[in-house]
C-alpha cells in the first residue's frame, strides 16, 4: 500500500463528511465513494457514473459491525458470510426496512463487502462508518485503475485519493448470502 499520512485520511473523511464524492483504490480498481446516508451525495456519485439508482450500490467497510445496522440477516447468513471477510468477497444481504432506495434501487437487499485493501480500511475507520464503494468510470468505460484514470474520467470532479490498489485483477465476487450462489 502507498502510504497516506493522517492528515490526507482526516482530509478525505472531511471530504466525505461535507457531502463530495472521493475516489480511492480498492482491492481491484479504484473506487469512488461517499456518505452513504447522505442523499445529494450519492445522487450525485450516480450521476457522475451515469448509472441508474435502481441497480443499487455496495458499501465497504472496515469491520461488519459498520454494515450490520443497515442489514436483516440470520445465523446461516453470518456464518456463510463472516469467514470471507475481510477481503475482496461482496455479499446481498437483506436489508431493514429503513434503509434508504438511493442504496439498495429496486431491490430488498444491499451489497456489502468488508475490504481488506488496507487504505480503504483505513478510510472506513477514520469515518467510522460503511462507505459507498462504486467503481470509478463512467458506466460504459472500463474501471480506473489508477488515479490518472480516475481524473481523466472525472477531470476535478471527484477529489483522489492516491494509492495504489490491491492488485487483485478482477472486481470483487458478488454472491447472494441467502443461497451462496456467485452472481458475478
Known amino acids: 500500500m502507498s502510504f497516506i499520512s493522517n492528515f490526507k485520511l482526516r482530509l478525505a473523511a472531511n471530504q466525505v463528511w461535507a457531502g463530495d464524492v472521493i475516489a480511492y483504490p480498492t ?3 479504484y473506487g469512488l465513494g461517499c456518505d452513504p446516508l447522505n ?20 458499501l465497504i467497510a472496515s469491520e ?5 445496522p443497515f442489514l436483516d440477516y440470520d445465523q446461516q447468513i453470518l456464518d456463510r458470510v463472516l469467514p470471507t471477510w475481510p477481503g475482496a468477497v461482496t455479499w446481498i444481504i ?6 434508504p432506495k438511493w442504496l439498495t434501487g429496486a431491490h430488498q437487499s444491499l451489497a456489502v463487502r468488508v475490504t481488506d485493501h ?10 467510522h462508518s460503511p462507505l459507498v464503494s462504486t467503481s470509478a468510470n463512467p458506466s460504459n468505460k472500463k474501471p480506473a485503475r489508477n488515479a490518472l484514470q480516475v481524473q481523466q ?12 490498489t490491491g492488485g487483485n485483477k478482477n472486481t470483487s465476487a458478488i454472491y447472494d448470502a441467502r443461497t451462496g450462489k456467485c452472481l458475478r
Open 153 to 164: 474520467y472525472f477531470a476535478g470532479q471527484v477529489r483522489v485519493v492516491n494509492g495504489a
Open 27 to 29: 482491492e481491484a480498481v
Open 39 to 58: 442523499e445529494n451525495a450519492v445522487l450525485r456519485l450516480l450521476a457522475l457514473k451515469q448509472r441508474p439508482v435502481e441497480k443499487g450500490l455496495i
Open 94 to 99: 437483506p436489508v431493514q426496512a429503513w434503509v
Open 64 to 68: 461488519f459491525r459498520q454494515v450490520e
Open 118 to 127: 488496507p487504505l480503504a480500511k483505513a478510510l472506513c475507520e477514520q469515518l
